[in-house]
Nanobody, 123 residues
Framework: QVLLVESGGGLVQAGGSLRLSCAAS????????MGWFRQAPGKEREFVAA????????AYADSVNGRFAIFRDNSKNTVYLQMNSLKAEDTAVYYC????????????????WGQGTQVTVSS
């Protein structure tokens, strides 16, 4: 089955940067829209960013727009989330997801999910 593995999480100070990666296996990666979601303790999983099949189009949650950037390298079957100007409110488990549909913002619109990587931002 499709496997998505996130990496790059860790502890970072507020204002710092972190880059997450998601490696996909057994997935028609170049034909899949990819997304990043996050879930903080006591909160529902929320949309962070998404990128279209070929990387031509991107979408961001208002809370991260201007600070985060999503990009992909189809030759490596990998999608990235560059996080800059991190805030304590960004602390969450970040999940990579894949959809065979165009860019979507809802959890239910993604078919495959990774297990997540923890991002902790300290003030």
């Amino acid at each position: 089955q499709v496997l998505l593995v996130e990496s790059g999480g860790g502890l970072v100070q507020a204002g710092g940067s972190l880059r997450l990666s998601c490696a996909a296996s057994r997935l028609a990666f170049s034909s899949s829209a990819m997304g990043w979601f996050r879930q903080a303790p006591g909160k529902e999983r929320e949309f962070v960013a998404a990128i279209s099949w070929r990387g031509s189009n991107t979408a961001y949650a208002d809370s991260v727009n201007g600070r985060f950037a999503i990009f992909r390298d189809n030759s490596k079957n990998t999608v990235y989330l560059q996080m800059n100007s991190l805030k304590a409110e960004d602390t969450a488990v970040y999940y990579c997801a894949a959809s065979l549909s165009p860019i979507a913002r809802k959890v239910g619109e993604y078919r495959y999910w990774g297990q997540g990587t923890q991002v902790t931002v300290s003030s």
